[in-house]
């Protein structure tokens, strides 16, 4: 169910990119209409504060890395166009075999979609994703994901198999960009000595997902204390960060008091 070399070795060079809508907030006060950045643009700002994006954006950004290894790649995704849009990558390697390459919901590594292949396994697998098993089913002409957490809880995601054209993306990324959920997210993998783990910034509370469940942290009140948590767990900018969390105080789309 692993993919090869090949799509392995574009895929770990994000190994350490989290997904946050941090950057769409930020990002949103200080553009014009166009809302969706480039991937040079979201070169230079990684560079400058060491901020990656949303789903969007780490998907158009993994793309155009696939585009310049010469690996055959093209978005998917799901409720494209709305506010609850999902958006990731299929790539194929050499034999044609389809993978999917789900940045924005932080995977450990990409995963095999290929029921008719005789490598594809349908049972529940650990290793894909953090602080959960997963199992791959085909869903109609997409293909359909559940996640087994250790609590017993049970979640699913549904996506479309068939390419979505460039355009038609660029469009539903531009659309996400002009909506900002009032709840701020960020997710992150972190790898510890015996697996990796999630942690999750979510709506002014935090926790670290792993095979064990799930761990909240102490409860912290202040936008500063925030600042420095999410720094120590992404790197990101201070000032930055103290930027696009006062953003969503100064609207009264989230609050930590």
């Known amino acids: 169910m692993e993919a090869p070399e090949e799509i392995l070795s574009i895929w770990r060079q994000f190994d350490d990119f989290p997904m946050e809508t941090l950057t769409k907030a930020w990002y949103y006060q200080r553009s014009g209409e166009k809302k969706q950045r480039s ?4 070169k230079q700002h990684h560079d400058q504060y ?13 793309l155009a890395a696939f585009d310049g290894a010469g690996v055959r790649a093209y978005p998917v995704g799901s409720e494209l166009g709305t506010e609850q849009a999902h958006a990731a990558i299929m790539a194929e390697d050499r034999d044609g075999r389809r993978f999917l390459c789900d940045l924005g919901d932080q995977w450990i590594q990409p995963i095999l979609v290929d029921a008719d292949r005789p490598e594809f396994q349908g049972g529940r697998l650990s290793g894909f994703f953090p602080g959960a098993e997963v199992q791959v089913k085909q869903a109609g002409k997409g293909v359909e994901v559940i996640y087994y957490r250790p609590n017993g809880k049970q979640s699913n995601q549904i996506y479309e198999m068939e390419p979505v054209e460039r355009a038609d993306f660029l469009e539903a990324a531009e659309y996400s960009q002009h909506h900002i959920h009032p709840e701020p997210l960020v997710e992150v993998r972190l ?5 990796t783990v999630h942690w999750e ?20 009140e202040t936008l500063e204390e925030w600042v420095e948590r999410i720094h120590e767990k992404t790197h990101y ?19 930590s008091e």
């Not at 991937?39 to 979201?42: D, I, K, S």
């Not at 790898?191 to 697996?195: D, L, R």
């Not at 910034?201 to 912290?220: C, E, V």
């Open 39 to 42: 991937v040079e643009l979201m």
């Open 50 to 62: 060491g901020i990656t994006g949303n789903c969007f954006d780490l998907a158009i950004w993994l």
């Open 191 to 195: 790898w510890e000595s015996s697996e």
């Open 201 to 220: 910034f979510d709506n002014w509370k935090s926790f670290m997902s792993t095979s064990t469940g799930l761990h909240p942290d102490s409860a912290i």
């Open 237 to 255: 900018d201070k000032e930055f960060l103290k930027e696009s969390l006062g953003f969503y105080q100064r609207l009264n789309l989230g609050s």
